[in-house]
């Protein structure tokens, strides 16, 4: 089975641009989660999606956002990007969702805001 | 609300030797309990992780990590490591505190010293 793959792998932008990354879950998982991850705050939790709605949100400003297509493929967007977002975006998914269920981490996206 | 601490940002250990990654968790209910492992640009893979039943879990590559309720500890330990265990090792914690989202340390970076 093909594991989570994100795109793209790496990303270059600069202030007050807009970015969307994108995700594809493993075949058959059904829910998704996006996190940041950085150096300073570690990982943190975005949102999750099952079933194409948002299940729920981390404490992120409104410009970042997310949404969930019904081949369960995820894309996030972060509008007028500032340099503080510059960071690795973790995409995960799960068969279902669940407290328990394992997640299944892709490779990320690495954003550079300059 | 609930967090989980991982008090130690890195810990070297020599090849051969055994090693103990430390998690605590604060939350007044059940809980389920995870270990991640992040390998250098990669993104993270479950370890192991405790659901109920026994205290004791184990993974396939000779880590175990022990439930403690009373002193609300999920600490990570191998009797003996080997250099491709360099990595940086997440713990995780999901209850209904968090809505039943995963809260994650700081993660712990192990270095292996020939």
């Known amino acids: 089975k093909a594991g989570v793959t994100q795109t793209p792998r790496y990303l270059i932008k600069t202030r007050g641009q807009q970015v969307t990354l994108s995700c594809s879950p493993i075949s058959g998982h059904r829910s998704v989660s996006w996190y940041q991850q950085t150096p300073g705050q570690g990982l943190q939790f975005l949102f999750e999606y099952f079933s194409e709605t948002q299940r729920n949100k981390g404490n992120f400003p409104g410009r970042f956002s997310g949404r969930q297509f019904s081949n369960s493929r995820s894309e996030m967007n972060v509008s007028t990007l500032e340099l503080g977002d510059s960071a690795l975006y973790l995409c995960?998914?799960?068969?279902?969702?669940?407290?328990?269920?394992?997640?299944?981490f892709g490779p990320g996206t690495r954003l550079l805001v300059l | 609300a609930q967090s989980v601490t991982q008090l130690d940002s890195q810990v070297p250990v020599f090849e051969e030797a055994p090693v103990e990654l430390r998690c605590n968790y604060s939350?007044?209910?059940?809980?389920?309990l995870f270990w991640y492992v992040q390998y250098p640009n990669q993104g993270l893979q479950l370890l192991l992780k405790y659901l109920s039943g026994s205290t004791l879990v184990e993974s396939i590559n000779g880590f175990e990590a022990e439930f403690n309720k009373s002193q609300t500890s999920f600490h990570l330990r191998k009797p003996s490591v080997h250099i491709s265990d360099t990595a940086e090792y997440f713990c995780a914690v999901s209850s209904m505190d968090s809505n039943y989202q995963l809260i994650w340390g700081a993660g712990t970076k192990l270095i292996i010293k020939p």
């Open positions: 995960a998914s799960s068969r279902i969702a669940g407290p328990e269920e394992t997640q299944y």
């Open positions: 939350s007044s209910v059940s809980v389920y």
